[in-house]
């Protein structure tokens, strides 16, 4: 793994990320701002500091392994991927259109750098399972990381693969809920209330961090924290505001599923360049 | 045309379940190749997942009664390179996992063997919610999927077997009653070539699973009214052997189908794909007619529903008449 980035430079790259997803978003004219903008601080501090991956070998068999399960925000993992030398900077033009590396969803056999298909919501997190039951038959430190949304445990499926994580006392699989209180419909208590989230993870034998999943050293210490745990596997909470840095998009539902159009991406952009 | 002479005397036949087949075929996997894996839903023995826990038991990871769950780990496993057999009843194995099956392992290709067991309404007294009669519609349509519906016990074991070795999604369709083993060690297997088990020139039956026993019985009887009747044993639904029923059509110019399964989208239907395309001739297919099935003793369910010889040979008798 390269050099650990400190706070300032994990903010500077996160902020850099935010700015080529809306460009992105704005390039395919269709797409998923608000839980790009939302799980991105997250995204930074796993692949920067946290996952140990190489680049140049893609299938490097002893790299951890990171399942995006909430598929809809690949733009966000798109981003990091191409900054990390997967593929070429000139691809996140492409995004969502004919032809392209980067299909709407995350497609394993389009893309490099990615585990698995993902995009229907709820399979990520048995996945995870089934990697992390894996590594420990084959004896290896590999550790398996996943990343679901709020509205996505509402999905019956992540029950049943949080009981068998709890069962087989995964603690070599650390999975994160973007907690960002929004979904489709409205707000996530009320389309479905999902909470008190903490006790029904730890009531499925998972050891449960709250963090703030804006603060990259929060996060930063969570992950440690994660795999220093043993004997259960770790749930990062994370709470964040969907459409986070751009003040127009933050907590607003309306921005689930909508690419902005030229006037809107300026006044974004202009946000995140005043943050500096 | 691959031609394989019968060596059982079908009047008389040793019986034994499709799933011993696929217990020991998935057992022997496991012997082969340390990489073969298994999971468990709370009905290893019935589904005779058993031999593979007892050998392997490290190996074996129970999942509880979670069929979601069992497709997406399954999936986490096979891109670990592990080769994972998920076995459950063919109606939840498909039915409950489908969106897990279509998304996640198909269309990322991954390695994970299907294994469902309970196929047909010969599971009996359970009745209709554990009768799997939709499976292999549902999984032929899914890209890069196998679909494989072997004819007996012995022939299971070599599906089974093959499933390990080749590289992909695959369904292996099977039941749990005693089944006439029409098929022996010597028989040759390959997954998508179906090959003729009896010649004739007037009419072929195409058939798969338990149903190739009843259309030779057909056949047999068939023969005393001066009717000249080919079978082919169809196992493999998914990629289907084009070639080998185009060439049947040809030599007879009449098709009858036959399948434990709907008639809707069930290997029947996937031979007329191929005739309605390269070769059109008249066809009869027996099935389940857009029914579910019903509590009753094996044999009787398959009179009700019109699944035995006497049935195949009156749709040979029909669809001759419409040549």
Partial sequence: MAHQLNENELKQKARHYRRDILKMLYEAGSGHPGGSLSSIDILTVLYSNV??????????????RFILSKGHICPALYTILSDFGYFAREELGQLRQYGSMLQGHPCMHHTPGLEVSSGSLGQGLSIAVGVALAARLNGTDIRTY???GDGEVQEGQVWEAAMSAGHYKLDNLCAIVDKNGLQIDGNVEDVMNIDPLTDKFEA????????????VVEIGNAFLQASQFSGKPTMIIADTVKGKGVSFMENAPGWHGVAPNKEQLDAALAELEEEK | MRIVNLTVDIDNPERIPTRFGYGEGLLEAGQKNEEVVALGADITGSVKADLFRDAFPDRFFSLGIAEQNHIGVAAGLALMNKIPFVTNYGVFLAGRGWDEIRTTVCYSNLNVKLGGAHGGISVGPDGATHQALEEISIMRCLPNMTVVVPSDSIETKKATLAAAEMFGPIYIRYGREKVPVITDESTPFKIGEAYCMREGTDVAIIACGAMVYEGLVAAKELEKEGISTMVINNHTIKPIDKATIIEAAKLTGAVVTVEEHQVMGGMGSAVLEVLAQDCPVPVEMIGVMDRFGESGDPETLMKAFGLC??????AVRRVIKRK
């Fill in chain 1, 51 to 64: 996952l140990r991956h190489n680049p140049e070998n893609p299938c490097w068999e002893d790299r951890d």
């Fill in chain 1, 146 to 148: 996943c990343l679901m």
């Fill in chain 1, 204 to 215: 499925f034998n998972w050891n449960v961090i709250e963090i703030d999943g804006h603060d």
């Fill in chain 2, 309 to 314: 010889s006497e049935n195949v040979a009156e």
